[in-house]
């Protein structure tokens, strides 16, 4: 079991920058593909990006290509995501995801969730 945590959740207005980090524990001997879904109030939970192991390689959703950026600090156990140009329709509580299948863009190959962190965007 890995445990992920979440934190750089809050408030933004629309054009303005956050970064989410996710710190891993628990069962982290060998590098996992590790990625950030996210879901709106009412709205099933969805794909944002992931980055391979040992970083090698990464996939986002298109609505968030070019302005999102995933990364990994394997030393820290950590992942993060840049979030720019932020947009009102970002709005969602995002989730850290450690993945155990291979199907990146689907809730069903996620292994292990973090408990979410809210990101807000005001227009």
């Known amino acids: 079991q890995v445990n992920l945590v979440e934190s750089g959740g809050g408030l933004v207005q629309t054009g303005g920058s956050l970064r989410l980090s996710c710190v891993a524990s628990?069962?982290?001997?060998?590098?996992?593909?590790m990625g950030w879904f996210r879901q709106a109030p009412g709205k099933e939970r969805e794909f944002v990006a992931v980055?391979?192991?040992?970083?090698?390689?990464?996939m986002s959703a298109d609505s968030v290509k070019a302005r999102f950026t995933i990364s990994r600090d394997d030393a820290k156990n950590t992942v993060y995501l840049q979030m720019n140009n932020l947009k009102p329709e970002d709005t969602a509580v995002y989730y850290c995801?450690?993945?155990?299948?291979?199907?990146?863009?689907?809730?069903?190959?996620?292994?292990?969730w973090g408990q979410g962190t809210q990101v807000t965007v005001s227009s």
């Open positions: 995801a450690a993945y155990a299948g291979s199907m990146w863009d689907s809730t069903s190959s996620v292994g292990s």
């Open positions: 628990g069962r982290t001997s060998r590098p996992l593909d």
């Open positions: 980055i391979g192991r040992s970083d090698s390689g990464t």
